[in-house]
Nanobody, 124 residues
Framework: QVQLVESGGGSVQSGGSLRLSCVLSGGTYSSYTMAWFRQAPGEKREGVAAIDSDEKTSYADSAKGRFIISQDIAKNTVYLQMNSLKPEDTDMYYC??????????????????WGQGTQVTVSS
């Protein structure tokens, strides 16, 4: 059974940076497209960034130029480096994995496997 465990969330002031990490276990990491999503209470989950085993990436418009998704396949880990954070980036961030969708589709369609989420809070 695939499990995803996120870490790295926290509180930061506007303009600051955070790096989220997510470790996949119970599956072959390179078989999956990995992605980060965000969700505010009562809102729909929104795709942020995705990466596949060929290092192809895709970003939501809100993330382009500020966030960078990367991975260490040997460590079964995907990262989201978030820079120039804004108060509107405050959300719960979720790691996701899917073995069907590519990097663009996963951000629209969602994924089969999800982590528990890590809270990011940006204060002004």
């Amino acid at each position: 059974q695939v499990q995803l465990v996120e870490s790295g969330g926290g509180s930061v002031q506007s303009g600051g940076s955070l790096r989220l990490s997510c470790v996949l276990s119970g599956g072959t990491y390179s078989s999956y497209t990995m992605a980060w999503f965000r969700q505010a209470p009562g809102e729909k989950r929104e795709g942020v960034a995705a990466i596949d085993s060929d290092e192809k990436t895709s970003y939501a418009d809100s993330a382009k130029g500020r966030f960078i998704i990367s991975q260490d396949i040997a460590k079964n880990t995907v990262y989201l480096q978030m820079n120039s954070l804004k108060p509107e980036d405050t959300d719960m961030y979720y790691c996701a994995a899917d073995d069907f969708w590519g990097v663009r589709a996963i951000l629209r369609q969602g994924a089969d496997y999800w982590g528990q989420g890590t809270q990011v809070t940006v204060s002004s």
